[in-house]
């Protein structure tokens, strides 16, 4: 796969280690002050193994509402989450030995039956939705995604190009 050149500006902000809310607030905070200095794109350099998807879907509805495109980087690791939101940027890129994953989330219930059954039964509703728009978004039969993150889909930088989870190496 050829690498493409790209230049990066000072709107730059990371998004490193685990996804929650006090990594993501403090992404959100540069997002937002730089969508308010002018509409010129912004990059997110990620390199996560991933976290909360209640977390990263606040970043990602951020990223689709604010005026400035936010491009990103994937400098070393995209895992769960971090993949997620990789996807959903506008303009998308990885160096040459970064690596991407994608798999069916995780997630644990305390409680009383009939509440943990109805939790499940929303979370199932809520996943399916978001692996749906994923799968629309690179252009693979929703079949197809879900069969490749069943047991976790792991990519390297050239895959993460064919998969379209990416634009350029």
């Known amino acids: 796969a050829q690498?493409?050149?790209i230049e990066l500006t000072d709107r730059i902000t990371y998004l490193t280690g685990s996804?929650?809310?006090k990594s993501i607030g403090k992404v959100i905070t540069k997002l937002l002050e730089f969508d308010d200095q002018?509409?010129?794109?912004i990059w997110l350099m990620i390199n996560s193994f991933g976290g909360s998807v209640d977390a990263g879907f606040v970043l990602i509805d951020l990223i689709k509402t604010l005026q400035s495109p936010v491009n990103c980087v994937v400098t070393s690791k995209a895992y769960s989450m971090?993949?997620?939101i990789t996807v959903f940027c506008r303009k998308r890129y990885i160096y040459e030995h970064?690596?991407?994953m994608f798999h069916e989330a995780s997630y644990g219930a305390l409680g009383e039956?009939?509440?943990?059954r109805s939790r499940i039964e929303?979370?199932?509703k809520y996943l399916d939705r978001i692996h749906a728009e994923i799968a629309a978004m690179i252009e693979m039969p929703l079949v197809e995604y879900r069969d490749n993150i069943r047991d976790a889909?792991?990519?390297l930088a050239e895959e993460a190009l064919e998969a379209k989870f990416v634009d350029a190496i």
Not at 38 to 41: K, N, Q, V, Y
């Open 98 to 100: 970064g690596t991407m």
């Open 122 to 124: 929303f979370n199932v």
């Open 153 to 155: 889909w792991w990519v």
């Open 3 to 5: 690498a493409e050149t």
């Open 38 to 41: 002018s509409h010129d794109p």
């Open 113 to 116: 039956d009939p509440s943990i």
């Open 19 to 21: 996804i929650n809310t």
């Open 82 to 84: 971090g993949a997620i």
